[in-house]
């Protein structure tokens, strides 16, 4: 999950590490192979962590709606629209020359 932006809660970082001392099969004073909240706390000190809430989607949302972005949103839709009826015109224009010259023939 962490992968794509979504942090770990401290559950999911206690069982991560009590499932690599396990596999590793390293002696450790952790009760039930699973590390407690001191060692946790160190953990995050040792490492710099911070623990930071999820924000909402309302919050993510709204922060995707920034004005700058809606405006390279709108500038973006309006150069491919355009591009479209350029290519579109195109496409006709060759279609014509192309009726033209087998009505010549």
């Given amino acids: ?10 559950k999911e ?11 590793n099969k390293m ?10 909240d001191d060692f ?9 962590l911070s623990l930071i809430k999820p924000q909402s989607i309302e919050a993510c949302r ?3 709606i920034d004005p700058f972005i809606r405006r390279m949103k709108e500038a973006v839709s ?7 009826r350029q290519e579109k015109k195109k496409a006709t224009k060759t279609k014509e020359n192309s009726q033209e010259e087998r009505r010549e023939w």
């Fill in 1 to 10: 999950m962490e992968k794509w932006g979504f942090g770990l809660s401290k």
């Fill in 13 to 23: 970082v206690l069982e991560t590490i009590g499932r690599y001392v396990s596999e």
């Fill in 27 to 36: 002696p450790t004073p952790f009760r039930g192979g699973v590390p407690g």
């Fill in 40 to 48: 946790f706390i160190r953990f995050k000190r040792m490492h710099k």
């Fill in 62 to 64: 709204k922060k995707s």
């Fill in 78 to 84: 309006k150069n491919v629209k355009d591009r479209n």
